[in-house]
């Protein structure tokens, strides 16, 4: 206020330093009452100035004319005109698959440029993509993304979802996280067996298929690839059919009655660090065939009877043997008499009789 009045009283007032956002309006109302106004020019912005700071001067019309100043401070107060702003569209994290429950995947950041409530942000997921939703939680404040179970790359190679972070004041955003799976080597090779072939006979040619199997790794990479490998046989082989099949073979000729039966142990070992193996038992019996003649344990037999014995008596007993098993080996012995023996007897198909009773011969008159 001033004292003086007339023209000696205040008749004007200015800014300084002048500003974009006030102005001051100055006037008279009813009654001849003087009023001074600041008005607001410029829509403010507390993220951009959060103080507007000026002196407001009043001038008289006295001559010399005579001022007062006072300074005038502003504060802009906040209201939620910022949503939430994330530092990546997209936020992509490893994970071994074996990673333990309460693993840290990754964290999310959002900022929000208001202040107080307005700022404060809570993160919550805002769609789940398979079982992500699941698989994983997010501390609402800190924005950590946490496993609460455990993975399984087998099943899921990488899981997708989305985020949302909300501030005080209800504004939010999105952004998307992509988890990959990192795959370890947890899996050990599978071997399925497709045909297989048992008993196998003895006059097999070489090359002939045994067993035909497949073998996969669940894994990946150097994890998921395998070798087959067939331990200590001479007579059996590998050899790779198509893809991932083989094929066991045989290597040279059989003989039952060298080897009626032979074990073979396959085994399948990725290439993991450290490797897992699988091992397949094939039990091949071999099967008989008539590939074995009998033979006499003598090349020749002297034997010596009295005369006039009766019939039937006892002469002497012969043996013989066969390799082979089962009907093979099963042998009948018939009588051949030299054409000698036959005219010194004048009745040579009655001289003697030939019985199979456990390699014995009987003569009979």
């Known amino acids: 206020q ?46 951009e100035q959060a103080e507007v700071g000026f002196s407001l001067i009043a001038v008289d019309g006295g001559s010399p004319p005579r001022s007062g100043t006072t300074q005038i401070r502003i504060v802009v107060l906040d209201v939620n005109d910022n949503a939430p702003v994330f530092t990546q569209e997209q936020y992509i994290g490893q994970v071994l698959e074996n990673a333990p429950e309460g693993f840290v995947v990754l964290r999310v950041v959002a900022t929000d440029q208001d202040v107080g409530v307005n700022g404060e942000i809570t993160y919550q997921f805002s769609q789940a993509v398979g079982q992500s939703n699941s698989v994983f939680m997010i501390d609402h404040r800190s924005g950590e993304i946490k496993l609460i179970k455990t993975l399984d790359f087998e099943v899921a190679e990488n899981h997708e979802f989305n985020v949302q972070a909300t501030d005080g004041g209800g504004l939010s955003a999105i952004c998307k996280v992509l988890v990959e799976v990192v795959d370890v080597n947890d899996n050990a090779p599978e071997l399925a067996v497709s045909s297989f072939t048992s008993p196998l006979p003895e006059n097999a040619l ?20 395998v070798s087959c490998a067939l331990e200590d046989q001479l007579a059996f082989s590998l050899r790779p059919a198509y893809k991932n099949y083989y094929e066991l073979v045989t290597m040279s000729t059989l003989d039952r009655e060298e080897t009626a039966r032979y074990i073979l142990s396959v085994a399948a070992a990725d290439a993991g660090s450290p490797p897992l193996t699988t091992t397949q038992t094939f039990t091949v019996d071999i099967s008989d065939v008539n590939d074995n003649a009998p033979i006499f344990n003598q090349s020749s037999y002297t034997m010596y009877v009295s005369e006039n014995n009766v019939p039937t008596v006892l002469v002497g007993a012969v043996r013989a ?9 099963r042998m009948t012995m018939h009588r051949r008499c030299c054409t000698q023996l036959r005219t010194a007897l004048h009745h040579p198909a009655s001289w003697c009789l030939c019985q199979l009773r456990q390699g014995t011969s009987s003569p009979k008159w």
């Open 2 to 47: 001033d004292l003086d009045v007339g023209s000696n009283s205040v008749q004007a007032y200015s800014t300084a330093p002048e500003n974009e956002y006030f102005s001051v309006s100055f006037g008279s109302r009813i009654k001849g009452k003087k009023y001074v106004e600041l008005v607001l020019e410029k829509a403010l912005d507390r993220e």
């Open 206 to 225: 070489p090359g002939t298929v045994v067993a035909l199997f497949t073998v996969r790794d669940r894994d990946s990479g150097a994890n998921g690839k």
């Open 321 to 329: 043997a066969d390799a082979d098993m089962g009907p093979n080996m």
